[in-house]
């Protein structure tokens, strides 16, 4: 729409330097991505290079979306997508550090979301046959022995210690507190406000604090994200890039 156009270049040309960062960041992490392919292709999932691989897409999916939404003014909603990049980074981090603790505790975690999907379906879904529930929970059962035999994963906070980038975890606690977790704070976000700061209705137009706030917060988040996948893969010539871009 019109509108959306004039919001898209108002933001890249107010946040020119800014928007032309993320451009050679998502540029420099789908390179480093496409040229190691063959360390997925054919290979273990649960190797620790392929599975760190295979998390870069959702971190590149993440930010593109993320950028997106940014330049429409849309910056909480941006913000929402770049939180999943901080957690997915922690666990490559994690992964990377130490594979052997990791890989046990992420499939554990995976797991424990299966079975509460699986659960909630006996719970709500009224019309499910007495075959089909029968069968649902023999899964179920399956799945609990192989989530307790595995270990616990790490609160997300330990998560961030154990990657290395504990310092990062502040980003990520702000995104949770102000987009994506309903609270007071998140709630007042989406307010407009008055000289005094004082509610006056709903938001309407673009929100041009979350906005530099969401390209900023993702462009710390792909550096991370890029760092991380050029240490497992031991492939330090991408690191001047990095650095310049950092």
């Known amino acids: 729409s019109a509108g959306t156009s004039l919001f898209q270049e108002h933001f890249r040309t107010a ?96 797991l424990t979301s299966e079975i509460g999907l699986f659960e909630t379906s006996l719970k709500h879904l009224n019309q499910m046959s007495p075959d089909t529930k029968e069968e649902v929970e023999r899964r179920i059962n399956e799945m609990r022995e192989d989530r307790d035999a595995l270990p616990k994963p790490p609160k997300i906070e330990k998560l961030a210690a154990l990657s290395g980038y504990e310092k990062n975890y502040f980003f990520y606690k702000e995104l949770s507190g102000a987009a ?45 994200a890029i760092d991380v996948v050029q240490r497992i893969l031991n492939r330090m010539e991408y690191d001047d890039e990095l650095s310049r871009l950092s």
């Not at 946040?15 to 190691?36: P, T």
């Not at 980074?89 to 603790?101: E, P, R």
């Not at 994506?180 to 407009?192: D, R």
Request: aromatic share 8%; net charge negative.
């Open 180 to 224: 994506t977790h309903l609270s007071m704070k998140s709630i007042h976000i989406f307010l407009e406000k008055n000289a005094d700061g004082d509610p006056v209705g709903h938001q309407i137009g673009p929100d041009e604090e979350a906005v530099g706030e969401a390209v900023w917060l993702g462009c710390r988040a792909m550096v991370l």
């Open 15 to 110: 946040m020119s330097d800014w928007f032309k960062l993320a451009e050679e960041l998502n540029e420099l992490g789908q390179r480093i991505y496409v040229e190691n392919a063959d360390q997925v292709l054919g290979k273990s999932v649960m190797s620790p290079i392929s599975l760190v691989l295979l998390m870069m897409p959702r971190c590149l999916s993440g930010f593109q979306g993320a950028i997106i939404l940014a330049e429409r003014g849309l910056g909480i909603e941006a913000q929402s997508l770049i939180r999943n990049i901080y957690e997915t980074t922690f666990w490559m981090g994690y992964i990377s550090q130490n594979h052997d603790d990791a890989i046990p505790q992420l499939r554990r975690e995976t």
